[in-house]
């Protein structure tokens, strides 16, 4: 087995970069280390680890069974600064070769953003919680049908969208 090397965990930039490094050489144990303790990981169908442990574990099985021939590719990183040691981080990223199922034999590259919020720590910078986003082109927002489906859709491509107003209103 080799040994990857990593980039330094030495700014919040180096969050998601490391993210995507550990990702491509199938290492939940790098990817994990990104996150603090007690770090919190919401994916993009809303699953909520608690921490580091469930992150690492829930990474392990994906890499292993749904994305074991992916890729996944770093694109744009902004960070805004809160404090000296508290930073927001978001990551645009693209994900190719996931695993096929069912009757998807190929599936094709998805975008998404992740969201990072990271601290400075005596070892370097760590993720304390983190969002990843599908990024879904050409709608605005997702429905719910009557039966708990998801659908996204684009509202401004409706002609008389039917708008109920609630009591909160």
Known sequence: MTTAAYSALDS?????KV?????????PDTLA???????????????WWHDR????????????????????RLSRVTVKHLSDAVAVVHARMTLSGQT???????????????????????Q???CVAAHNTDVVPGVE???????????AVDYRHVPNPVVQSGEDS
């Open 33 to 47: 280390s990104v996150f603090t303790e007690d770090a919190e990981f919401v994916n993009v169908v809303g699953l």
């Open 100 to 122: 096929p199922i069912g009757e998807v034999a190929e599936p094709g590259r998805r975008q998404n953003i992740f969201t990072f919020v990271v601290q400075r720590l005596p």
């Open 19 to 27: 993210f995507v490094e550990a990702w491509n050489h199938r290492d």
């Open 53 to 72: 442990a469930a992150i690492r574990k829930a990474h392990a099985y994906g890499l292993e069974r749904i994305f074991n021939r992916s890729t996944l």
């Open 141 to 151: 927002t997702n429905v719910a049908s009557g039966d708990g489906r998801l659908a």
């Open 12 to 16: 919040p930039e180096s969050i998601p």
């Open 124 to 126: 370097g910078w760590r």
